[in-house]
């Protein structure tokens, strides 16, 4: 009988538009030559296998009245079920909590975090249901809003608070034995609409995410 070739380290990347591929220019998705998800793939090669899982708007926990059906904690569970098993479980999420509309501040998006880190630390009921490594990232602070197209939707309180951001969320990874970097210390949010990724430095950001997956994959 020939030996079985080793199956690829799967990482799935958990987010946002942020994760999507949102162009802030023209609102439509950046190729695969520029998204910082595949460039991850490229980075780690043939032994990674990166599945996408981004949804423009979506929360941590919170149901959107407006937009609806954006419930990040609602959404991981199929999520999960879908690409087990799960090796390395990127999350990024919390952009879209700091709308105005949730009135919520930087502690109490990393407490809802929580409710995602502790569910993913948890097998499932299925043979390949087994819980995966966690890599809790926290997206970069907001830019100055004025001018942009998100000027209605976040506040000046917003802004402050995504400073506040990576903070919290480095105390909460630690609390769920989740590994945790901050993506603004690569990665800056675009002064064109204040929220998304220009395309330049996704490159970095790939490599930077790298960079912390092999940390967890060894």
């Known amino acids: 009988m ?7 380290v799967t990482v799935v990347c958990f ?27 490229k980075e780690l090669g043939d032994g990674f296998y990166v599945a996408e899982e981004g949804v423009n708007g979506r929360t941590t926990v919170f149901e959107d ?29 919390g952009t879209n909590d700091l709308q105005a509309r949730f009135g919520m501040n930087a502690e109490t998006i990393a407490i809802a975090m929580g409710r995602l880190l502790d569910f993913a630390r948890r097998p499932t009921d299925d043979v390949e ?25 976040f506040s000046d309180q917003s802004v ?3 400073h506040r951001l ?3 969320y480095r105390e909460k990874a630690a609390e769920y034995g ?22 330049e430095p996704q490159a970095d950001l790939a490599k930077a995410v790298a960079a912390e997956v092999r ?4």
Request: aromatic share 8%.
């Open 2 to 8: 020939s030996k079985t070739k080793k199956d690829p």
């Open 15 to 41: 987010g946002d538009s942020l994760t999507w591929g949102f162009n802030p220019v023209d609102k439509s998705r950046y190729g695969h030559d520029v998204r910082w998800t595949r460039l991850l793939q």
């Open 65 to 93: 009245p407006v937009k609806g059906d954006k419930n990040g904690l609602a959404h991981l569970a199929t999520v999960r079920k879908t690409h087990m098993p799960i090796d390395i479980l990127i999350i990024m999420l």
């Open 129 to 153: 249901g087994r819980a995966p490594k966690v890599l809790l990232m926290a997206p970069p602070p907001l830019a100055p809003l004025a001018g942009t197209p998100y000027a209605a939707q």
């Open 160 to 162: 402050a608070e995504s």
């Open 166 to 168: 990576a903070d919290c």
């Open 178 to 199: 989740a590994a945790f970097f901050d993506t603004g210390t690569v990665i800056w949010a675009s002064p064109i609409d204040a929220v998304h990724f220009e395309a």
């Open 215 to 218: 940390k967890l994959a060894n």
